[in-house]
C-alpha cells in the first residue's frame, strides 16, 4: 500500500557519528516523520520533514498531564546489505493499545508501517554496519492542544525519530546485577503498567538511583499491591529456567507485554522447551534458589535482546545465579534471535520485514 506521505528533504546532511562511540540515543538522523490529529480532519498531513526542534504551547496537555506514548523497535543492516525490521506491526498494533488506554486517537497501522518504511528507506546511510549496532526507530504521540483543563486533549502530533545506536554488548553477553526493589512500585493492575508511557519511567527513576547506589544495575519490580510477585526488570520482561522448564511472569494488566518476551516464548515453544506464564512468587524464586534448582534467570528486551541475570538480591538474600556465567539456553535464544534479524539464517517465524 502506498499511501501519500510528502517529503522535504534537507538541503544538507549531516555528518555521521563515529560508529564507536554511538552510545544509545545520543545522534539523530537528517529526517523525521510528523503528522497531526484534530477533531476535525483527524489524523493528517503525513510528511517526512527535516529532522527539527518542535514548537509548542507552553499549556499543550502533555506538559501537564502526561497524555504520551511511544515505542521503541530496531532496523538491522545485514551482511549482504539488506535493511531488516524485527515485528514492526506487533510495535505499530501495541502503539494503538497504548493510545486507547491513554484516552488518545488511534492510529491507521498501515499507514505508520508504511512510514516507518519510507523514514527508513530514506535514512539507509544511517544503519550503521558494525557487529551489534543498529537504528532505533522511536515513533511517539504527544497531546499538543493547549488547554489547562483535565480532560483528553482535541489535538496531538504523531512522529517518527530514528537514533543510530551502539551494540549493547561489548564483546559477550554480560550477566547483570539485580536488585529486587520492596518499597517503590513500578505499576499496579488497573493503571498504565501495561501501556509504554512517560509516566511509567519517571516513577521508576528513584528505585533506579537506589538500586545503583547500591551496586546493582537494575531493579525487579514486584507487584504493587502485595508485593509478592514478580513483575519486571527495568525495561525488560524477566523469564527464570527452573529444572528444565521455563517460567515468565503471566501478562496481568501491570506489566508491559514485551515483543522479545512474546518472540522468545515463541522460539522456546518451537524448540519443546516447556514454557509457563503464570503468578511467580519471589518466595518461590528464592526456594527453588535454596533448593539449587534455579538453573537461568535472565531480561528480555530490545535493547539488549537477552540479557542474564547473574544476581538477585532480596531483602539480604543474595542470590548468585549460575555462577553469574551467561546460561547455556540464554546464549542459544540470544544466537537464534540475532541470527533472525540479522538474516544470516533463514526466520521460520516470518518476523523480519525487509525495506
Ligand atoms: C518496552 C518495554 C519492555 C520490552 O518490550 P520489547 O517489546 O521486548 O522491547 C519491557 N518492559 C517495559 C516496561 C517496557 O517499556
Known sequence: MNQLIELKRVTTKKDKPDLSSLGFGKHFTDHMFVMEYDKEKGWHDPRITPYEPLVLDPAAAVFHYGQAIFEGLKAYRTSDNRVLLFRPSKNIHRLNVSSERMSMPP???????????????????????????????RPFVIATESCLGVKPALQYKFMIILSPVGAYYANQLQPVRIFVEEDYVRAVRGGVGAVKTGGNYAASLQAQLKAEKLGYDQVLWLDGVEKKYVEEVGSMNIFFKIKGEVFTPALNGSILGGITRDSVIEMLRSWNVPVHERRITIQEV??????????????????????????????????????????????????????????????????????
Do not use: C, H
Not at 302 to 319: C, F, K
Open 286 to 355: 528464592y526456594e527453588a534458589y535454596q533448593r539449587g534448582e534455579i538453573e537461568e534467570v535472565f531480561g528480555t528486551g530490545t535493547a539488549a535482546v537477552i540479557s542474564p541475570v547473574g544476581e538477585l538480591s532480596w531483602n539480604d538474600e543474595r542470590m548468585i545465579i549460575n555462577n553469574f556465567e551467561t546460561g547455556e539456553l540464554s546464549m542459544k535464544i540470544y544466537q537464534e534471535m540475532t541470527d533472525i534479524q540479522l538474516g544470516r539464517i533463514p526466520d521460520p517465524y516470518q518476523w523480519t520485514v525487509e525495506v
Open 107 to 137: 492510529l491507521d497501522e498501515e499507514l505508520v508501517l508504511e512510514a516507518v518504511q519510507q523514514l527508513i528507506d530514506l535514512e539507509r546511510d544511517w544503519i550503521p554496519t558494525k557487529e551489534g549496532t543498529s537504528l532505533y526507530i
